[in-house]
Structure formats: C-alpha cells, structure tokens
C-alpha cells in the first residue's frame, strides 16, 4: 500500500483493522480499551451470522454473540490473538468456535448438578425458536461467517471511499455510483444514470473505472490489516470472492 493510500485510509472515520490494532487491543489502557470496542463493533456481523447458522435460533445468537464480545470487552480472549498466526479472521472463528464449546461444556455441567441454564444451546431441543433460515445459508456455519465477513470488508472499504468522496465534496456522486461500485447494477442502466449526474456516458465510464480502481485498492488495504505476517492479499482477495459467490 503507498503512503498516499494509507493516508487516506487513515483520514476515514472508522479504525482499519491492523495487526498493530489488535496489539494495541490487548493493551490495559483507554487505548487499548478503544482499539478492542473498535474491533468488537468492526466485526460483530460475522460473529453473528455464524452463530445464527449453529443455533438456529435469533434470539440465542444474539444473546451468544454479546455474550462473547463482553468477554472480548473485558480482555481475556483477545490476548490468545498473534500476528504470526496468520489471518485476523481465522482467529476470530476459532475464538467463538471456542467459546460455543465452552458455554456449552458449562450448561452441561449445570444440568448435571441440577443448576438452570441462562441459554439454551440445544439447537435441537423443542421448544427452541426455529430460524426459517435464507437459501445461502444452507451451507456450512464457517461457509456463512466467511461470507458475512466478506461483506463487512466491502461495507469498510466503501465507508472509507465515502469519506474521502465527502472530503472532495463529491459524497452524492458516489452514492449514486455506488451500485456499479459493488457489482448491484446492468450496464444499461448507466446512460439514465449519466443523464441525472449531467456527465455524457463516456465521462460517466471514466469516473466509475477510476472510483472502482480506487474502491479495490481500499479493499485491499482493509484485507491487508487482517493478514499476518506472511498473508497474501491476492490470496485473501481471492478467498473473498470466492465467498461472495457461494
């Protein structure tokens, strides 16, 4: 990433998730304390949509995922997190796969000795509130948290391009280009789409190839923070893709 990229990545009003972040996060400081709550919220949807595909259940995935984010929040769990690990969000998986296990090794315990569960985490059991769950989210658990955290690297990276629009007074433009920006659009449609902006079609092809250009190198800077020591993005690029389209 050049200097004139990071620094414009740096100039958005939300915190890239680096590695340095994540250090940072482990820190028993106000720092520290921000860096962890940034990474909480950057992160959650994924966390969520894995957990809604294990259960089967809304309202005990929420309940899951603020339990494990409190436990993040309080600063145990982040501490088991190494750059040379590799990637930020296999850590990330591992860690709740960990902390669903646990919950439910505990509520087994507690049946055991007779105590009463806070959460039912028998997906199975009867009176549990069955999810009608989407198409896409037949696959596997794993399948479905890759695919949310996708999402969530293409949601950062157009928050950023929109902060730097904003920055050039040029916010609206990018608002309407954004469905060619994230593939939600036909060819067709960009000769109206010109028209409205007053640019002539040719003007209209120029600045979305130039804010698509600008867009994947954002992209790439947002997966390049997640990545260890030896990641590749192209491989992480590939990878997001790859779960996009699953």
């Given at each position: 990433m050049t200097s004139t990229a990071s620094q414009k990545l740096h100039a958005a009003p939300f915190h890239t998730t680096r590695w340095t972040r994540v250090c940072l996060a482990k820190a028993d400081s106000e720092d520290g304390r921000r860096a962890l709550a940034d990474l909480c919220d950057a992160y959650y949807e994924p966390v969520v949509a894995y957990l809604r595909r294990v259960f089967r259940d809304a309202d005990a995935a929420r309940e899951m995922s603020h339990a494990f984010f409190a436990k993040m929040l309080a600063g145990g769990t982040i501490q088991t997190a190494a750059q040379e690990r590799g990637r930020f969000r296999f850590y990330l998986l591992g860690a709740v796969k960990h902390f669903v296990v646990h919950q439910r090794e505990s509520e087994a315990r507690l049946k055991r000795g007779g105590g009463l569960a806070s959460l039912s985490l028998d997906a199975d059991a009867p009176d549990s509130a069955a999810l009608?769950?989407?198409?896409?989210?037949?696959?596997?658990?794993?399948?479905?948290?890759?695919?949310?955290?996708?999402?969530?690297?293409?949601?950062?990276?157009?928050?950023?391009?929109?902060?730097?629009?904003?920055?050039?007074?040029?916010?609206?433009l990018v608002h309407q280009l954004r469905p060619w920006l994230m593939g939600e659009s036909g060819y067709g449609d960009q000769s109206a789409a010109a028209s409205s902006l007053g640019l002539s079609l040719s003007a209209m092809k120029a600045v979305i190839h130039r804010l698509r250009s600008r867009f994947r190198q954002l992209v790439k800077a947002e997966i390049a923070g997640t990545l260890g020591e030896d990641g590749s993005v192209e491989d992480e690029m590939r990878s997001l893709f790859a779960a996009l389209a699953s």
């Open positions: 009608q769950v989407p198409e896409d989210e037949r696959s596997s658990p794993e399948a479905v948290f890759d695919r949310q955290w996708a999402v969530t690297v293409l949601e950062r990276a157009m928050q950023a391009l929109d902060a730097e629009c904003k920055s050039q007074g040029k916010l609206d």
